[in-house]
């Protein structure tokens, strides 16, 4: 079983892993109603994604619904967080505690989705030894030791901008062998390692400029 | 000038306007460092992105380097900064002061690419009447009338799911104009209101799923 779905993994295209999510959290809530079944014309109005797409994407997990009735709820919902990894845990490192770090390590919410952050890590001396949510900080020179002891495989970078590099690099030296970077920073790494950046603040950016085309189109509007 | 600008923003395709905010942090970088010019070429090989590219991209914002001597460090820190709206302030209400939500209430990171959120908004009594880092929490029921008092445009969106769709109606009602989603539900809306979706979650899958990856890439080569 675990072997088929590393087949079906590798076939999987990015936008639909992206979409997967969206269907997951709909079929969560519809699950909290305690709806039984969900066509995917239905998901598709929720969701404006096509339903054929919907379908397309379920059927890479071999999950089909049934003619007339559709997909299960309690099924989809199972088999998406299944899927998605977010019923196993995943020890991470939070590298900088900073204001976002620190806000990070109290967010409850990554638990849910299997992070499971199991030390912070900073140069500041005033927090090393401090613990947020009785997740301990440690010296950032004890990274190696740590990753060793506890064989955590994915860091989250959260540091300024002008440490992101350097702190990668010594992430990837220690064995770490993913890096969700929350820096704005674009990060150099060989290959084989994984990168996500998710740049919140970059997100500030596309809102202010679509606030501000749609003041200019309003205005026009009124002319 | 702001006649100006307003005209070239309207042009600025998204890709672009994504990859301002890299530039930005590099150059930040290189300022914090007292260089004094980069060239695209140098740009192009921290950031990895094609030179050409980035030249196409800044000459948007009427930014032009010199021969030889490339872009003035300090004119695209200032240039990219107040392009990407990062140099005023925009008032923001925070809708659903939970784990995530309070958690992005304590990163003052935001305030620094020009979010001030000026209040929180929450239905959970035993929270209502609080503050988080000085920022009040206020009954949902009393979002229009805050709405209007401060003149508040953004919204961001951190309710659980099942909350998720009922929060953004209230929200748009009230007259804000932009929702920042941080939700992994696709929330439906009037299409002169502006949402952005960050679910930082589901970018969670991504990373375990690229990992699963590479390590059957690797198992595969040690074969």
Known sequence: MAEELHKI??????????????????VNLLQSQKVEYVSSTQIAKEIKVDASQIA????????????RIGYEVDT??????????FKEVHNA????????????????????????????????????????CNVPIYDMEELAKYRKETGTEIGILAVPVEHAQEAAD?????????IWNFTPYRIKAPEDIVIQNTS????????????????????????
Chains 1, 2 share one sequence.
């Not at 993994?9 to 709909?26: D, N, S």
């Not at 596309?206 to 200019?216: A, D, G, T, V």
């Open 9 to 26: 993994k590798t076939i999987l295209p990015e936008p639909t892993l992206r979409r997967l999510p969206w269907y997951l959290a709909y």
């Open 76 to 85: 989809l919902v199972h088999e998406l967080a299944d899927f998605l990894g």
């Open 170 to 178: 010594k992430m990837i030296a220690c064995g770490l062998k993913a």
């Open 56 to 67: 397309k994407d379920l059927s890479f997990l071999n999950i089909k619904g049934k003619t």
């Open 93 to 132: 490192f939070m590298v900088g505690v900073g204001s976002l770090g620190g806000a990070l390590m109290r967010d409850s919410g990554l638990s849910q989705y299997g992070l499971n952050i199991v030390a912070g890590f900073d140069i500041k001396q005033e927090i090393i030894g401090t613990s947020i």
């Open 200 to 223: 919140i603040y970059a997100h500030l950016a596309l809102i202010y400029n679509r606030m501000q085309e749609n003041e200019k189109t309003a205005s026009t509007c009124k002319e």
